[in-house]
């Protein structure tokens, strides 16, 4: 079994918490230590599984990278997506990479994103779907409905045999309205569609050959020549951005008379809202959900959630307060899903928020910006040990660095040397310089620019360890 890891999409839904730049797979919304992605990947274990190889945007790379790194997974590489394709192009890459050596195996395709509280039924689940899947099937997993929701696609089971655990697939199913929602879950043999999928590589790319032939050739063309850099895989961008975008269950499932559906009743969630935050999580005697510097009074079935300072509410219910250093979101619960249309309206407005935090992290660290004016900014830096910023220079802005904690070699114009806690150092407008971090324990600064211009594209790159231009 080789598992596949989607790690794509934006999680519009979940801001100010979730954003493009950091979207809700790296976030830890059902647990407090681990995000979904390692979550995803920590309910494999105890399953006979090739090491997984994982999907995401080009953007994500080293988010996704040292993620996997906290938790020393084994994985197959990280496969970067140019552009969103949407599920069936990137099951195709995944498919194609894994019988790029003749192999053929089964592949068990995942969500980064989604909640499982159940891992015992979702391991017991993926060993029927695997037995489904080397018979020749394509395998769906359906989630048995626990209420009659909207928000979901639905699976139609037929009436085949299903002494093996599995049935045959009579229909896919669009989300519907309430009325049928509920004519579903009275009638039963309908389940959510939980965008979890099981088939042998080869005939997933036999049936995306038969239904959409430009799919499979588009992909083929973006994998033609595969390059390798440390733990990422890079494809042909051009190939691939004029690949179609489409679902697997458009492109494939929809079509192919080989579908069957798995159920699965493992408390799941693809965690789509504020909502669904508060339903997985552990709650109070008086139904709230807390999360970071929270104090409550006389508040019952909230969601309080703190990034970077204490958030109280008093005399509340069915709120939900979500903190984060530079927005704060104020909603009802039964309102969640309209954060959708509430972010819309910011990005139209050309709004920072909506696409990054103020914290941004980088492959050698990340830096977080503490005050920003017309002609200067206040970063604080953090450069994890062993890493090194690229030798770079800028045309408009200079720059003040004061060590916190830690040692930093820094070079200026050729010339090197050791800055310490509590030193400092001057970098004149168009110097080339680097900062790298030689010791054991991670280096914290603070980085004050002043300039006409402080944008991040003003940065002019001579040398990059991590491959950017």
Known sequence: MFPIIMAGGAGSRLWPLSRPMYPKQF??????????????????EGLSYQPPLLICNEEHRFIAAEQLRLMEAQHGGILLEPCGRNTAPAIALGALRATADGDDPVLLVLAADHYIGDVGAFQQAVKCGQDAAEAGYLVTFGIRPTHPETGYGYVQAGEGNRDQGYAPVAAFVEKPDRATAEHYLDQGGYFWNSGMFMFRASRY??????????????CRRSMAHVDQDLDFLRIDAAAFEACPSESVDYAVMEHTESAVVVPLEAEWSDVGSWSAVWDVNEKDAQGNVSHGDVALHEARDCLAYSQSRLVSLVGLENVMVIETKDAVLVAHRDRAQEVKQLVASLKAQGRSEVTQ????????????????????????ITVEPGHKLSIQMHHHRSEHWVVVSGTALVGIDGEEQLVTENQSVYIPLGAQHFLANPGKIPLELIEVQSGAYLGEDDIVRFEDRYGRQ
């Open 27 to 44: 976030l830890p919304l059902a647990d407090e230590q681990y995000s979904m992605l390692q979550q995803t990947l920590a309910r494999l």
């Open 205 to 218: 790319l036999e049936e995306l050959a038969k239904s959409r032939p430009d799919i499979l050739d588009a």
């Open 357 to 380: 935090h103020r914290e941004v992290f980088r492959p050698w660290g990340k830096y977080d910006c503490v005050d920003m004016e017309a002609r200067y900014q206040v970063k604080r």
